[in-house]
């Protein structure tokens, strides 16, 4: 009986870590269906949305005088106020450099075309001083920064 102890011991020692890990796995096995996203917990399933980044870069019409620029560029303003309260422009900005990359914008679009065609019709993009870039982005639905 002595002998059986540290048998009996261990047996109940490997039961309590092979439950202890095995109810984990199990967690981490159900997060890698598909449906959760790198850095969310393991336990909340996310669903992932298409979304569609924008990079705007220089134009080939940089020739405008000041007041045009400045028209352009009020312009460019108040349609990038109005994508975002029709909630299709979820984020924009400049960005800092003298690099040809200018700005972004994160747009919920249905698809390509109805971004490509709400892009297209910034003064910005028709006068020729931004051109710009789209890709496809994913990430969890609704995702607000903060």
């Given at each position: 009986?002595?002998?059986?102890?540290?048998?009996?011991?261990?047996?109940?020692?490997?039961?309590?870590?092979?439950?202890?890990?095995?109810?984990r796995?199990?967690?981490i096995?159900?997060?890698?269906?598909?449906?959760?996203?790198?850095?969310?917990?393991?336990?909340?399933?996310?669903?992932?949305?298409?979304?569609?980044?924008?990079?705007?870069?220089?134009?080939?019409n940089?020739?405008?005088?000041?007041?045009?620029?400045?028209?352009?560029?009020?312009?460019?303003?108040?349609?990038?106020?109005?994508?975002?309260?029709?909630?299709?422009?979820?984020?924009?900005?400049?960005?800092?450099?003298?690099?040809?990359?200018?700005?972004?914008?994160?747009?919920?679009?249905?698809?390509?075309?109805?971004?490509?065609?709400?892009?297209?019709?910034?003064?910005?993009?028709?006068?020729?001083?931004?051109?710009?870039?789209?890709?496809?982005?994913?990430?969890?639905?609704?995702?607000?920064?903060?």
């Open positions: 009986m002595a002998k059986l102890m540290p048998v009996f011991l261990l047996a109940v020692f490997l039961t309590f870590v092979i439950a202890s890990f095995s109810s796995f199990s967690r096995k159900s997060s890698e269906t598909g449906h959760s996203v790198a850095g969310i917990d393991t336990e909340v399933q996310a669903e992932v949305k298409q979304y569609w980044m924008v990079f705007l870069e220089t134009g080939p940089q020739q405008q005088d000041p007041a045009s620029t400045a028209l352009i560029q009020e312009k460019h303003i108040a349609g990038i106020r109005k994508l975002a309260a029709d909630g299709k422009l979820l984020a924009a900005g400049p960005f800092r450099g003298d690099d040809n990359l200018r700005g972004i914008f994160i747009m919920d679009c249905k698809d390509s075309l109805e971004a490509v065609a709400l892009i297209n019709a910034d003064t910005a993009v028709m006068t020729g001083r931004l051109k710009y870039t789209i890709k496809p982005w994913w990430t969890v639905k609704n995702c607000l920064f903060r």
